[in-house]
């Protein structure tokens, strides 16, 4: 199969990067495949590239509806056929967009998890040709994962409607635990892994020690230029911080999940753009961002996890020219992030009340309720019931991971519009400029039954086929509705509760260990990698990561401030353990090894004799001839 050239003729790219062509002929050929690429390493090439070159329609499972709805468009640039199923889609969209699939020479179906077990898309699903299923994000499939997510699982079952088809699964975060986990989960014939190193070789780690943060900010932002993100964890402080760089000369905006859609876009177009220098923000943001040039990731406060901040911290420097990723630490952090393990696995019996209460809440007696969905106000609820809103939310993650209910914290509600006017009074009675008079046709021309009901609409694609860009059809789809010709419902994000299953009696509530005793053990181990990161003194900081992921015998990065600190300490404690452990790794094998491939591991000269003087004194090798092998 020539694949450059599908790369070539779609892509315009003359050859593959890393391990994309290994990828690539794996899946091609039938294979289930894993496929390990870091933040940058061009994963979605992995599966186009294929899908195009074969018959039938690639199903791509990624929970990310934003980045699915951005992938759609840009392969339809391109004359890619492709559509998308999420949440908030009306029951008539989903039907078109399956029938194209099963009859329109579609190449892509992009759906979330969530919709891989609904009853419209499980029966049109027999009458597709799927050329193989793509899972995006597939480390949320695994209970060790550090994003679990309970409707992953479908996905084996969907596997055994499709028994022949292949999967290729992608991620940029996991340990070799993980990887292990997510090939049982699919139900992989036999291992097939390809890992890209997680190596980012441009990328500066830094861990700043400050009393003010706030300063440090202003500090570290005034002395290096260029795009930067700042993670926070609290929504106001997004704002706070976004504030403070304002008043301070720095242009900047912030974003967090409970943010307006529209807003959301404004913003993030205003900093992908160059428009605002900064963007602080909560994790909601960052997933599927396309910025190459981000010179720092800041973490402000730390995550709960090294795949957490090693994917935030990833989305700087993609460009290959030098980035920063800084993490601030104040003595309290320590204390702070120990705390989150009792935030995120609150008592046993205090989950069973949260479920108890929402009973109440919906006025849901027992036995009734499964399959009923509301939208769902966390504060209000917490407010209603004098609860504690971090650890409340968690239990709304446990009881979902348990099966009791479905939380989603972002489910997105579709634009919605209905002509108010009729056709006939449409031109007659009002006074319609050029470029509203643009939208309407394009409305007209695209969506049936406007007159009658609601339609959803989907101001992106509005946009490309009226020729008008989205700001100006956002105000003008605005004004026709102050003029009262339509009503427009602009799409939105609001929480969700979904029973999915009959209410039962509280005590009859399971939290099983493997969802609860387990998986806390788990968050707590990650806590703690955490905390050894942050705390570290004499270790590089890139190899510290590259080891959490499974990757050993990397040399020290020579760029962190670790690294730094001790370039000028003589056979330092942080080199000699690195050129060990590498050394190490090479004679693992037990057979002899000439001086040549000792010396291509680029250990330092006047460290090396030092070295195998002391491996051969451990006992852990002799010197025989010249050559040197291993215990």
């Keep these: ?17 890393s391990i994309q062509e290994d990828i690539i002929r794996s899946i091609g050929s039938g294979r289930d495949t894993l496929g390990l690429m870091p933040t940058g390493g061009g994963k979605s090439i992995t599966f186009q590239v294929p899908a195009l070159a074969q018959e039938g329609v690639c199903i791509v499972v990624t929970p990310l509806i934003a ?20 949440s908030g889609m009306s029951r008539d969209n989903i039907v078109a967009a399956l029938d194209n699939c099963i009859l329109g020479d579609y190449k892509f179906l992009y759906i979330s998890p969530e919709r891989l077990t609904s009853d419209i898309f499980l029966t049109k699903l027999r009458r597709m040709r799927v050329s193989f299923i793509t899972i995006d994000e597939s480390h949320c499939i695994s209970q060790w994962g550090y994003d679990f997510r309970p409707s992953y699982l479908a996905i084996a079952d969907i596997r055994k409607q499709l028994p022949h088809t292949p999967i290729l699964a992608l991620t940029a975060t996991a340990t070799p635990e993980v990887v292990k986990d997510i090939q049982q989960r699919l139900l992989f014939e036999k291992e097939n892994v390809f890992r890209m190193s997680f190596e980012r070789k441009n990328l500066n780690y830094v861990v700043r020690h400050t009393e003010n943060k706030d300063n440090e900010v202003l500090h570290i932002l005034q002395s290096v230029p260029g795009s930067a993100i700042i993670y926070v964890r609290n929504r106001d402080k997004t704002r706070e911080i976004a504030q403070l760089l304002e008043a301070n000369g720095i242009s900047a905006a912030y974003y967090h999940a409970g943010i307006d859609t529209r807003d959301k876009d404004k913003r993030q177009r205003l900093w992908t753009e160059g428009n605002v220098r900064v963007m602080v923000a909560t994790n909601a943001f960052g997933m599927g961002i396309d910025k190459p040039d981000v010179r720092m990731v800041i973490h402000y406060e730390m995550p709960d996890s090294p795949e957490a901040y090693y994917q935030e911290a990833g989305r700087a420097g993609r460009d290959g020219l030098t980035a920063y990723a800084v993490l601030l630490y104040t003595p309290d952090d320590k204390r702070k992030l120990s705390r989150r393990v009792s935030d995120n696995y609150p008592d046993k019996g205090f989950i069973r009340s949260i479920y108890e209460r929402l009973g109440y809440y919906y006025q849901m007696a027992v036995g009734d309720g499964q399959g009923c969905h509301y939208d769902f106000d966390l504060a209000e609820f917490c407010r209603a019931y004098h609860l504690p809103l971090v650890q409340t939310e968690s239990a709304l993650r446990l009881l979902t991971q348990a099966g009791y209910i479905r939380y989603e914290e972002e489910e997105e509600h579709t634009s919605r519009l209905r002509f108010i006017v009729t056709r006939d009074e449409l031109y007659r009675r009002y006074d319609i400029s050029d470029t509203s ?34 700001e100006p059809l956002y105000e003008a789809l605005l004004g026709l509705g102050r003029a009262r010709v339509v009503h427009y419902i602009p799409r939105r994000t609001c929480p969700s509760v979904t029973f999915t299953c009959k209410r039962v009696d509280t005590h009859r509530i399971i939290i099983s260990p493997a969802i609860y005793e387990e998986r806390k053990a788990s968050y707590a181990t990650r806590i703690e990698a955490m905390k050894e990161y942050v705390l570290a003194e004499n270790q590089c900081r890139s ?3 590259l080891r959490y992921f499974g990757e050993r015998g990397a040399a020290p990065c020579g760029k962190c401030d670790n690294c730094r600190k001790h370039r000028s300490a003589e056979h330092s404690a942080l080199y000699y353990e690195a050129y060990r452990e590498m050394l190490a790794e090479l004679l693992a094998d037990g057979q002899p090894h000439t001086m ?5 591991l680029h250990i330092e000269p006047e460290v090396l004799p030092r070295l195998l003087q002391h491996l051969v004194e451990q006992e852990e090798a002799t010197l025989q001839d010249g050559l040197i092998i291993g215990r």
């Design 543 to 545: 190899r510290m990561l």
């Design 437 to 470: 008079d643009q939208i309407i046709r394009a409305l007209l021309r695209l969506y049936s039954g406007v007159f009658s009901d609601y339609v959803f609409i989907d101001e992106k694609y509005l946009s490309e086929m009226s020729g008008i860009d989205l």
């Design 596 to 600: 040549d491939e000792v010396r291509a």
């Design 67 to 86: 980045l699915m709805k951005d992938q759609v468009a840009r392969l339809r640039e391109r004359g890619i056929k492709a559509t998308a199923i999420y």
């Design 1 to 17: 199969m020539d694949y450059r050239s599908v790369l070539s003729e779609y892509f315009g790219y003359d050859s593959f990067r």
